[in-house]
């Protein structure tokens, strides 16, 4: 039996969804960007991967400010979700007001982008540059908005599908953000490879979220099955799109270029197995009246030593196995802890949209 609607106006309903084809858009736009640095290599801010991704940027900033506006002014019933009232005057969901902040940081970065452009030149690497770094950070505010909107709805089985295409997406993209603070953090850590502790912390918090907000074993699973066929598609759109679009303007292809889908190590590949992994630990944990934050723990380690053990198995890092491994699994430990505490926080959103709405002014 699906549960009871909550007080959840359509136009939230239908905002979320629209948050989801936006990120979907810029998504594919970000890792055919990075296909193309690695396959062809020149890069100006109007290349066609940039647009798509700036193209999913603009739909989830209309959808938000379309969402805020009938919030304010539009006719039906008010809103369930706690919110937020901008300027004494517009009334904003949580989730549309962190997501319209997350495109309005995209588009602002994007002006550096091209200004970067301008000045350093064509053909840069897509590294932690102060355009790249802010763009990443922008869009990881942009995949928590996502979450927050399919957070609050579960009301129905295509709403919580909804939530497992979310995370599916959600964790392809936190790679970039991730990656860049890894870097920047953990680079003085002799014999880890940084990268690795960022992308097994981004799979860590995103799983033990799941499993926070869903607590049964069928949507840990099901964000599995949905994160092969995000990955799976994209590794097959990137390196064709790289090649026709290659064709298209002229540019050969690099010497070196291997043609192969870097979809498919940007991020574990094996994740889908430590999902249904977690998913059985749930179903466990609910037979015998296990307390689910612990296996939220429990999953976030679990991120993390399968993000050290995949790196270290393909060779493409330099590292010290037995110390990254140490320190993916404590670090994992850490955000699993925190993606049940940011679970708890997203069930209460869930839980006030059922009931009296509720405004917070600010």
């Known amino acids: 039996m699906s549960p009871e609607p909550s ?13 989801l084809l936006g990120y979907a858009t810029l998504l594919t736009g970000m890792v055919w960007d990075g296909q193309w640095h690695g396959d062809v290599g020149p890069d100006n801010f109007w290349t066609a991967p940039h647009l798509l991704l700036y193209a999913g940027t603009g739909v989830i900033g209309l959808t938000c400010l379309i969402v805020v506006l009938l919030s304010t002014w539009g006719r ?6 706690p919110s937020v009232t901008v300027f004494r005057t517009f009334r904003a969901p949580w989730p549309f007001l962190v997501g319209g902040l997350g495109a309005s940081g995209n588009l602002l970065y994007a002006g550096s982008d091209l200004w970067w452009h301008e000045v350093y030149g064509f053909d840069i690497a897509a590294g932690p540059t102060p355009s790249h770094f802010g763009l990443g950070l922008s869009i990881q505010v942009e995949i928590f908005a996502m979450i927050m909107a399919f957070a609050v709805l579960r009301r129905t089985r295509s709403e919580r599908w909804g939530l497992a295409l979310a ?3 959600a964790t392809l993209g936190s790679t970039s953000a991730f990656g860049m603070v890894s870097e920047l953090v953990f680079e003085w850590l002799p014999g880890i490879a940084p990268r690795v502790l960022g992308l097994g912390a981004a799979a860590a918090l995103i799983l033990s979220l799941v499993v926070g907000l869903a607590r049964s074993w069928h949507w840990p699973a099901a964000t599995g099955l949905t994160f092969v066929l995000v990955q799976g598609g994209l590794s097959l759109f990137a390196p064709a799109a790289t090649r026709w679009y290659a064709e298209a303007i002229g540019q050969p292809m690099r010497d070196y270029a291997a043609n192969l889908p870097q979809a498919l190590i940007g991020f574990p590949a094996t994740y889908p197995l430590v999902a249904l992994l977690a998913g059985a630990m749930t179903a466990w944990a609910v037979r015998r009246g296990v307390h689910p934050g612990r296996i939220a723990v429990a999953a976030g380690a679990l991120a993390g030593v399968n993000t050290a053990l995949f790196y270290g198995g393909i060779g493409i890092m330099e590292m010290n196995l037995p110390v990254t491994l140490l320190a993916a699994t ?4 850490v955000m699993g802890s925190l993606g049940w505490q940011c679970a708890v926080l997203l069930r209460r959103f869930g839980e006030r949209a059922a009931s009296v709405p509720q405004v917070v002014t600010a």
């Open 330 to 333: 404590a670090l994992g430990t």
């Open 76 to 81: 039906g019933p008010a809103t369930g979700t």
């Open 167 to 169: 995370v599916g997406l």
């Open 7 to 19: 007080h959840l106006p359509r136009r939230e309903v239908t905002g979320a969804w629209f948050l």
